[in-house]
Structures are given as C-alpha cells and as structure tokens.
C-alpha cells in the first residue's frame, strides 16, 4: 500500500512538472514572439502580443516597456504613459525613459508631471543632444500658460467625413477634397491601420464631403505608405512621399519623395526625386507660391535635431538643386514638419521644438529685415495634441489636421475660416505671442590641420578650397600641418582637395549645417566659436582602403537589382575624382552582400553590382584597366548575421557595403 502510494506521489509530482513547463510555455511563446514583432519594427503586433503580459506586471517581466517604446515609436505616445509609469516600478533601466514619461505627460496635458519628468531626466546627467533637448522642453513650459490663453479670431469645423480612419494633409483642388487617409487594403504592420494613400471626395460645403474615392491609380502602390501631395500650381507637377513598406528588404526602410507629370488626364508612373536621402525620412513636400522653390521635411544627416525643413531651388527647366536647411531660427533640435508658404510668403509649419501646448503645435513665420518673427497660431488652431498639415484655400480659410480629443480617428481633417485679413487672422493682440528673435551673433571659424593616419602632422600640404561650390583660396600646411583659420557663415560648406608628392591626393568637405548653435542655447549678443577639423593623408600602399581620403559612403542597390541609382552616382563620381587626382593609382571596387539569399545568388549579384558600378566610372572618361570590379557576395561578413542567424535590417544593411583598395601603385 505504501508503495503505491509512493508511485502515485511520484507520478502525480511528474505531471504538476509537466503542466508547469507547458503552461509557462505559451506565455514564454507570446514574449519572444513579441520581441520579434518589436525588432522587426511591427509595434502593433508587437502591442498585441505583448500587452497581456505587460498587464499581469509579472516580476523581471519588460513587456510593459516593449509596449511603452512600441506606442512611442508608432506615435501614439499618450498611450505609452501608463506603460512606462509600470516598467519604471519594476526597475526597467532606460537612460531616455523619464524624458519619454514627460513627452507621453505634456501630450495629455499634464503638465506638472511632465515637468517633473524633465527634471528627474536631467538630473540623470543624459549625453549632450537630449540635455539641449530637455532644457529647451523645460524652458518652453513656462511658456504655456501664455499660449493657451491666446485666442485666435478663427472659427474652427470638424469635417463631416472624418472617420475612424487616419485622415490629413487636405486641401481643396477645384469643388473636391484631396487628403491622405489609411484606406488600403493592406494592414501597416507598424501601427495597425491600413496602408495611407491618396484619396479625394467631392466637397458639399466646405467642411462637408461626399463619399471619397481614389485619387490616380498611377500614384497607388498597395503595400506603401503615399501621402502629402505637393501641385505645382499649374496642375502639372505633383511631388509626394511615399515608403515604409514594412518589408525587411525594403531598399529604402524610410520615406523618400517621387515626382509625377500629368499626361492629359493621367499620371506618369512616380519616379524617386535625386534630393531624397535613402536612409533618411523625406516627407510633407510643398511648392512655393511662384514653384521656384520645394519645401520639405527631413532627419537627414547634418540636421539640427530631429526633422528640419529644408528648401530646394527649382530651376526653368524643373530641375532640383541641393537642399538647404532653413536655419536654427526655424529648425530646433525637436521637430519640424509640413511647410506651406502663402501668396504673400508666409511660412507655415508645425514643430514640437518651440513652445508648444502639446505635441506638435502650428505656427508662422515671416522676415522683417534682419528679424524672423515666428508666432504660434493659438487655440483653437492649436490643442494638446498634435497640429499639423496646414493648407489655405484662400487668405482667410483652409484646413489643418489634427489628433485632438474628441477626434472621429487617429488624425482628422479640420476646417478652419477668419473674418480678417491673413496678415492678422492669427494676431490677438492683448495676448500677443510673437517672437521677434533678434539674431544673436556667432562668429564661426574653422581650424584644420592635415595629418597621417596615426595623427602626426604633414607639412608642406597644397590645400585648396571651394566654398558653397565656388573656388575659393589655396593654402599650404605649415610645420603642425596647420593651414589659416578659415571664418564660416550660416549654411557654409567647403570643399578641400589635397595635394603633395608621395602622398595619396585627398578630398574632405566640412559642413556648418547641424553644427549651429540654437538661438534658444544662446546666452550673449556675441559668441566665438572655432571647429577643430582634421583631414588625413596617407602614402600609397597595395591593399589600402581608401574610403577615409575621400569621405566615401556605402553605393546602395534596389532590392535585387544591379542599377545604379541616383543617390549612388554621388559616391561613384567621388571615386572618379580619386582617380583623377591619383593617376598612378589602380582600384578594385569590392561589391558585398548580406546572407539572405543563397551564396551562389549572392555571388552572382555583387559580381553585377561591381560591374555596373564599374561601367559608370568608365563611361566618365576613367581607363578600363584602371578599376577592377570584384563581387563578393556573402563570403566576408562584418558581423555575427550569417544563414540563419536572426538580426535587425540595420545589421544586414552594414554587410551590404562596397569597399574601394588599391591594387596597382604605377610608376609616373
């Protein structure tokens, strides 16, 4: 009896073993699988999964933070508030995630937390860009009792027609309503609404519309995000950004902008526009008044912050020039977005980076000699959540879109019209909240010395240098391999080319733009300020690298294609540069892969790449037997991601590279 008992004991332990390891499992299960959803940038699946657990507060559990960061990343940081307030209780270590509870607090209205917040947030000492970030967000609180005072003489419409849909960025062509919406069939995985598109809707007054339809099946992608469109005014042109596909192989993860020409009553198929910046976000284009000028919105390198706008010359011809940040009056370390400039040329934005009642609030901006007035629109243009898109009809109407509580959607279309003049319409003057910055002065210099690889100085250099394009001075090193301090102004860049026997001829550029100072930072009238800027020379050697001599980047390839696009032609004219200065130099252009795909495939798809690349530089007058194209495929990796082994797209992407070495050294 004894010892059936003890069998039974033992058999009954085993079982409570087994359910234990295959009850936990599924919960186990749901957490990794989450984790991939986040890594893979799903955040609504990620919520999905993960939000069960997140709500159980399990201990050593970090779903609650995946959720906060996964609300945070799809913009719907009000929701991530209660999350991060969870993973803070349960230890989760995040050096950012006070500043993201004061974010997630402001664009609810809560104020005093939001500010204590930041305070905690710094006392944490954080690196210098997020310091500047959250003394400007503290400093802007104590502007906020002011703004929501300021009442604009404006009369302010839901649009019949908003749904629970994504619905912004309208304005009106003829007697319709063009908008973006989240009208796709396809689900973006990123936020759990259908992809956005172009859509437009017959107006039965100004703040009504009719059923709404496709806008052109020639700018209709189903699985991409299509938005903000920009007319020339002539109805010709139409720029609009387009991207986030959510697919890993995406060759280009992020926004970038495409033109289309009207032919009779269609549109030509979209072409990616040359100003776009691969691995940047490039969004919310607008026209000037005259279509002499693009605006757009980019978190492209060299920037002030997050998102700035930027302005590109459009010539006769309708070509593009280079883009040009509009300056740290406009653009603040936060963000910048949706630019439209009025008949009179007015520039109106939305920005998260000066004062601002909550998110992302509206505003105007306008020049006075040497004055830029930026004045926020007030309420009820403004509210705690975010602003944005604004488009005039006419100088007294036009639509903005908003967040807002009490919204039909996740963004909704608002109508909005005066009784005055433009000129005034935002004014109140008993609560005026205009900031006539007076310019405060830096004097920029640069200070550049020409050194080795290992740091020691190289006198006797040839240094020549172009500014904004145009030739400038030639310098020579001295004994430090100092050249004269060189002033800089606002938006300055300058080109140097390097020249001395022995030495491998070299080309470098500096630029000022993402480097000003903040008008906010600023505590003087005058401030001096010098850049520390080294260039580096090395000797001719078979093998070497020469990436660094020329400040080269990465040539990047449509997803299983071998073309060479426009932003690559960039990197490949420096190349035949390099080998213009250096004649007795011979390269080898090295085309790598990451391991999806086969290794064969792979092979063979760098071996193009390499070629085409190659084809590009002779055609530019280089001798055929002076580059080499060598495909490499997946054979030498940079990192741990070989077959099999799971990484972000950010991992892939650094194995995706091309290499420039020196193969032949001729005698002169």
């Known amino acids: 009896?004894?010892?059936?008992?003890?069998?039974?004991?033992?058999?009954?332990?085993?079982?409570?073993?087994?359910?234990?390891?295959?009850?936990?499992?599924?919960?186990?299960?749901?957490?990794?699988?989450?984790?991939?959803?986040?890594?893979?940038?799903?955040?609504?699946?990620?919520?999905?999964?993960?939000?069960?657990?997140?709500?159980?507060?399990?201990?050593?559990?970090?779903?609650?933070?995946?959720?906060?960061?996964?609300?945070?990343?799809?913009?719907?940081?009000?929701?991530?508030?209660?999350?991060?307030?969870?993973?803070?209780?349960?230890?989760?270590?995040?050096?950012?995630?006070?500043?993201?509870?004061?974010?997630?607090?402001?664009?609810?209205?809560?104020?005093?937390?939001?500010?204590?917040?930041?305070?905690?947030?710094?006392?944490?000492?954080?690196?210098?860009?997020?310091?500047?970030?959250?003394?400007?967000?503290?400093?802007?609180?104590?502007?906020?009792?002011?703004?929501?005072?300021?009442?604009?003489?404006?009369?302010?419409?839901?649009?019949?027609?908003?749904?629970?849909?994504?619905?912004?960025?309208?304005?009106?062509?003829?007697?319709?309503?063009?908008?973006?919406?989240?009208?796709?069939?396809?689900?973006?995985?990123?936020?759990?609404?259908?992809?956005?598109?172009?859509?437009?809707?017959?107006?039965?007054?100004?703040?009504?519309i009719t059923t709404p339809h496709l806008f052109s099946a020639q700018l209709y992608k189903e699985n991409a995000n299509d938005g903000t469109p920009a007319f020339s005014h002539d109805g010709t042109t139409v720029v609009f950004a387009r991207g986030n596909t959510g697919k890993s192989k995406d060759p280009s993860p992020d926004v970038d902008l495409y033109i289309s020409k009207k032919n009779g009553n269609d549109w030509s198929e979209p072409e990616r526009l040359a100003i776009s910046d691969s691995i940047a976000w490039d969004g919310s284009p607008s026209f000037s008044y005259d279509d002499r000028t693009l605006y757009f919105s980019s978190n492209r390198r060299g920037g002030k912050g997050g998102l700035d706008l930027y302005r590109v010359p459009v010539d006769n011809s309708g070509r593009f020039g280079r883009p040009i940040n509009l300056g740290s009056i406009i653009n603040t370390p936060g963000d910048e977005i949706f630019p439209f400039v009025s008949e009179n040329g007015k520039l109106y934005f939305s920005s998260d980076g000066h004062p601002s009642i909550g998110g992302l609030d509206l505003y105007v901006a306008s020049r006075n000699d040497n004055e830029i007035n930026i004045e926020h629109l007030g309420v009820p243009m403004n509210s705690i959540g975010d602003d944005f898109a604004i488009n005039l009809s006419d100088p007294l109407s036009g639509y903005i879109s908003s967040n807002r509580p009490g919204g039909k959607g996740d963004d909704d279309i608002y109508f909005f019209k005066s009784s005055g003049a433009e000129e005034h319409w935002w004014s109140n003057d008993s609560t005026n909240t205009t900031t006539n910055q007076v310019l405060k002065t830096v004097n920029y210099a640069l200070a550049v010395q020409v050194v080795q690889p290992d740091g020691k100085a190289i006198p006797g250099v040839q240094v020549s240098t172009r500014r904004n394009g145009e030739t400038s001075e030639v310098f020579t090193s001295d004994k430090l391999g100092k050249i004269d301090a060189l002033s800089l102004n606002s938006g300055d860049e300058i080109q140097f080319k390097l020249e001395k026997d022995g030495y491998i001829s070299a080309r470098s550029s500096f630029s000022l733009e993402g480097r000003e100072i903040p008008q906010a930072l600023l505590k003087k009238e005058l401030t001096d300020t010098t850049f520390t800027f080294k260039i580096v020379m090395d000797q001719p050697e078979i093998g070497k690298e020469i990436s660094q001599f020329y400040q080269l980047n990465s040539i990047y390839y449509d997803l299983d294609k071998a073309d060479i696009r426009q932003d690559a032609t960039i990197e490949l004219d420096k190349i035949v540069n390099f080998l213009q200065d250096n004649p007795q130099v011979n390269l080898e252009l090295g085309a790598h892969t990451d391991a999806r795909a086969t290794a064969a495939y792979n092979q063979k798809l760098s071996q193009r790449r390499a070629e085409s690349a190659v084809k590009y530089i002779i055609q530019r007058g280089i001798a055929k037997d002076r580059i080499k194209p060598k495909g490499y495929g997946e054979s030498q990796l940079i990192n741990e991601c070989s077959d099999g082994v799971d990484c972000p797209e950010e991992m892939h992407q650094q194995n995706r590279r091309t290499e420039f070495k020196i193969i032949q050294i001729n005698q002169e």
């Open 1 to 208: 009896m004894l010892a059936k008992s003890t069998q039974f004991a033992r058999l009954l332990a085993f079982f409570i073993v087994i359910i234990t390891v295959f009850g936990c499992n599924p919960t186990r299960q749901t957490s990794k699988k989450g984790l991939k959803y986040f890594e893979r940038g799903e955040y609504e699946w990620a919520i999905q999964a993960l939000k069960p657990l997140a709500d159980q507060q399990l201990a050593g559990d970090k779903s609650a933070y995946y959720v906060a960061e996964s609300y945070r990343l799809s913009n719907r940081i009000g929701l991530a508030l209660p999350y991060y307030q969870k993973a803070q209780t349960q230890g989760v270590e995040d050096v950012l995630i006070n500043y993201h509870i004061a974010l997630a607090a402001k664009s609810l209205g809560d104020y005093p937390q939001c500010k204590a917040a930041l305070t905690k947030f710094l006392q944490s000492k954080p690196n210098r860009f997020y310091q500047i970030k959250a003394e400007i967000e503290l400093e802007n609180l104590d502007k906020i009792p002011t703004l929501v005072q300021k009442q604009s003489p404006v009369a302010l419409f839901p649009l019949m027609g908003n749904t629970p849909k994504t619905e912004f960025a309208a304005q009106k062509i003829g007697n319709e309503l063009l908008f973006t919406s989240s009208s796709k069939p396809l689900i973006y995985k990123n936020n759990g609404l259908p992809f956005l598109g172009l859509y437009s809707a017959p107006l039965l007054k100004e703040n009504e």
